[in-house]
């Protein structure tokens, strides 16, 4: 029954995006405010589908009616309903299902917000939008059907995959994850719009920028918790292994984040045209990309659910909306190419540009590491994987440069500006630097990377907070209490400060990301119950207890590890080893003890039948941070999105003045 | 040159070469990891079984043989268990089952045996030289050799249900 009606939903889906897309596309082209009425009905119907399909799958998950297929890949009787839920997106189908309710919610939302001040562009974005649309529903109707029938129904299902089911961070991870890679359909559809329609106009751009800041704030948190999720689960110690899967997830990342920045350059100086309708495109594109390789069994990963038949279908998904871009991109190249000159490189937007090609180059570099394995498999037969290595040894150098800019963009003015200006702006922050520096000799960074990250980000905190702020102060010089300056500038110019706050974020990240990875230390032992110990970075390990706990799925062999610090005896914690029935290797869950200066993180190697366990225990500093700092990113992000809130001014100049105040921030 | 033709040629250099090698991508199994054995003679072996009695491979032509490597500490290897012993009773005489010790000791073979029922020979392997030659780097590991003694497939991944054990005998038109 259910089965019918989902399938149905999803067909009529599919009608609706063939018949919208080019109703979108035809509108734009006329001009025709019916057809864009009509596009913007079926956007609605679309997303409406979406969530009447998502509302089905969850029904029968909720309700186990094994006959639909997916809940017979995924559900179980035996698993709790919060499971049950998000099981939705355990696996290949639903999460394809759930993809396309993310999709409708982001159709519905253009749709919706920006029925005035988008109109020149609105039916193309919509059109560009369905398109997309008549793809994934495609997926969902066929090569991902997850509303196939089964008959007869089995009684009981497997539930989902045991590695999801281990932590709470896998219920919020992918939700935020998809927030981020399908939001970009957005700005992508934008962009070819504005090619469309040969113009890059101010209705154009503020759409753009709000719709590309979104979708990036939750590919921000997406990652990050992605990254908690197997510092938390997986057991080895690390948040990030440069796994296709995180690749994927940090390429779009990067060419949105540039694309931000671009489209800032490009409302303030109307430059850098090209860079932000490219940087937009390549985005969705990597997003694309990025759900191939994970998704259709190409690379191995916690991600790919075996050989599956989408694989074929997304590439030539991707193969066509490639050529589409670039055969775009030439029709319009005369729109991309009426900047200005450049006043000069060494200003704010000279940053801005350097700020591009780093990110630019960063992303190459970790997209060629991503696919020369696939690309060494094509050529030689055999896949020959680059490894961390490579990624670090150029990551590093490219973040030390963009850590950097945080520090010298913003201080560097706008435009041409005479050499006393300059070396004033740029030599202001400089003894926060050495302050810094010194500050982290004392607390013992003796690598030239800690103490270059050190002086690094004094630098661009100084300027960061001392940017942000100077609103407040100018008001304050004025005779304003610090709490009223401080909401009156925030009321005017709300994205100023969320910039500054993001960066505020990005320093406090980078710094935990640098603090984490160059103080770690470890130790590994046996363990056995009243002797033996470990003791690692101040902590003295004793076994307390070994259990074995079975459960329908799985056996969980679990160690109680006493922790003391100092002779004082501080809880203790359990890391255990789960065994599947159908998994070989064993999977670790980790114990951690988290606090604001470190992270105490304990795994099990192997546990023997006559009670002895051998333990690994690693001490990192830090760790909190990087996920605060990500938080405070988000937050400011945020932050952006808001409208600056003009003075009360004659009406004549308060359109100028949101303009100054957009443009400032 | 006119920026619209650079665009497209740039474009094409960036764009045809990620499809085609995805494309080429594609057609391999990234979980599969192939054994140079396959479509070889299997490495012959005597190896005595836990009452003292030597089984040769070679003594064996004329069936076909699956060699598996299991333990007692090998989860996924207890589900295996009973798939064998299903499998044994069905197929009978029309294959042979070895299983080869990996890493374990005899004493917690026996009692798991006791336990659990038997199938096939279950093989002691001293100094794991079998799983050395064999090229086994885990547990449960899988082999199906010919009649005629040529390795045909590995897997190394765990027969969970009959079912699984019977599809992928078919593949090699091994089933019932």
């Not at chain 1, 070396?423 to 003796?446: D, N, S, V």
Request: include cysteine; glycine fraction near 10%; charged fraction near 15%.
């Amino acid at each position: 029954m259910i089965s019918y009606l989902g399938q149905g939903l999803v067909l009529l889906a599919l009608v609706v995006c063939a018949v919208g897309a080019p109703v979108g596309f035809v509108a734009g082209a006329r001009r025709s405010p019916e057809g864009l009425r009509l596009a913007r009905g079926l956007a609605l119907a679309f997303a409406a589908l979406m969530v009447l399909a998502n509302l089905a799958m969850e029904w029968a998950l909720l309700t186990h009616d094994f006959s639909v297929k997916y809940v017979a890949l995924v559900g179980s009787t035996a698993t709790p309903t919060h499971i049950t839920i998000v099981s939705l997106w355990s696996s290949l189908e639903g999460s394809i299902l759930f993809w396309g309710l993310v999709l409708g919610l982001y159709t519905a939302g253009v749709a919706i917000l920006q029925r005035r001040g988008h109109e020149d562009y609105l039916a193309y974005t919509l059109g560009t939008i369905l398109a997309v649309g008549v793809f994934f529903t495609y997926l969902i109707a066929g090569p991902a059907d997850p509303f196939g029938l089964l008959d007869p129904a089995p009684a009981d299902g497997p539930g989902p995959n045991p590695l999801l089911q281990n932590h709470a961070l896998m219920i919020v991870h992918p939700p935020m994850l998809y927030l981020g890679y399908v939001g970009m359909t957005v700005p992508f559809a934008m962009a070819v719009a504005a090619l469309l329609r040969g113009q890059l106009g101010p209705t154009w751009l503020r759409p753009l920028r709000n719709w590309l800041l979104v979708p990036t704030a939750f590919l921000t948190m997406g990652v990050m918790l992605g990254g908690w999720w197997s510092y938390e689960v997986l057991g080895w110690g690390g948040y990030w292994a440069w796994d296709p899967v995180e690749n994927a997830s940090f390429l779009p990342w990067l060419t949105a984040i540039a694309a931000v920045h671009s489209a800032i350059v490009l409302q303030r100086r109307g430059t850098l045209k090209a860079w932000t309708v490219i940087l937009v495109m390549i985005t969705f594109l990597l997003t694309i990309l990025g759900t191939f390789l994970t998704r259709s069994g190409v690379v191995n990963s916690v991600h790919s659910f075996t050989q599956s038949p989408i694989g074929p279908v997304f590439l030539a998904f991707l193969g066509v909306a490639m050529i589409a871009v670039v055969v775009l991109l030439a029709m319009r190249v005369d729109t991309l190419t009426t900047e200005p000159a450049r006043e000069t490189l060494v200003a704010r937007e000279g940053a801005f540009l350097l700020n591009n090609l780093l990110f630019v180059a960063f992303m190459l570099t970790v997209l060629v590491g991503t696919l020369f394995p696939i690309a060494a498999e094509a050529v030689r037969g055999t896949k020959v994987s680059v490894g961390e290595p490579w990624f670090n040894r150029m990551s590093v150098p490219i973040s030390f440069g963009l850590l950097l800019l945080i520090g010298i963009g913003p201080a560097l003015p706008w435009g041409r500006s005479d050499g006393a200006a300059l070396r004033r702006a740029l030599l202001w922050p400089l003894p926060a630097a050495l302050a810094a520096l010194g500050l982290t000799w004392l607390l013992g960074g003796r690598a030239g990377p800690v103490l270059l990250t050190g002086a690094l980000a004094g630098y661009a905190l100084w300027v960061t907070v001392d940017h942000g702020l100077r609103p407040t102060r100018t008001r304050m010089k004025k005779g304003e209490g610090p709490a009223q300056a401080f909401g009156t500038s925030f009321r005017r110019a709300p994205r100023l400060i969320g910039g500054y706050l993001t960066h505020f974020g990005v320093i406090v990240t980078f710094v935990a990301i640098a603090v984490s990875s160059s103080f770690q230390t470890s130790g590994e032992g046996v363990l056995s119950l009243g002797s033996g110990s470990l003791a690692v970075g101040g902590y003295e390990l004793t076994l307390d207890d070994v259990g074995v706990v079975e459960e329908p799925h799985r056996t969980v062999r679990q160690a109680e590890v006493a922790v003391a610090r100092g002779g004082r005896t501080l809880g203790t914690l359990a890391p255990s080893l789960n065994h599947y029935d159908t998994q070989r290797e064993p999977i670790g869950t980790p114990a951690v003890r988290t606090s604001l200066t470190h992270d105490l993180y304990l795994t099990l190697m192997n546990v023997r039948g006559d009670g002895t366990v051998g333990l690994r225990a690693i001490v990192t500093p830090a760790v909190l941070w990087i996920w605060i700092g990500v938080f405070i990113m988000t937050a400011g992000t945020g932050l952006c999105l808001l409208s600056p809130r003009p003075a009360r001014v004659p009406a004549v100049s308060r359109a100028a003045a949101l303009d100054g105040a957009e443009a400032a921030s | 040159m006119k920026p619209r033709v650079l665009v497209l040629a740039v474009g094409a250099l960036l764009t045809i070469p990620v499809i085609v090698f995805l494309a080429i991508g594609l057609r391999h199994d990234p979980h599969q990891i192939d054994s140079p054995l396959i479509g070889k003679p299997a490495p012959p072996f005597a190896l005595a079984d836990l009452e003292g009695n030597v089984v040769r491979l070679e003594d064996l032509r004329g069936t076909p043989v699956l060699l598996n490597f299991w333990a007692t500490y090998c989860v996924p290897c207890v589900a295996e268990h009973k798939t064998f012993m299903t499998g044994e009773r069905v197929l009978g005489e029309r294959l042979r089952l070895l299983g080869v010790i990996y890493h374990d000791e005899t004493s917690l073979i026996r009692r798991f045996l006791e336990q659990r029922g038997e199938w096939g020979r279950t093989l002691v392997d001293p100094g794991s030289q079998v799983a050395i030659a064999y090229g086994v780097y885990g547990v449960p590991e899988t082999y199906l050799i010919d009649a005629e003694g040529i390795v045909i497939d590995k897997i190394t991944w765990p027969l969970v249900t009959p079912e699984h054990l019977f599809a992928w005998l078919g593949q090699h038109g091994l089933a019932r």
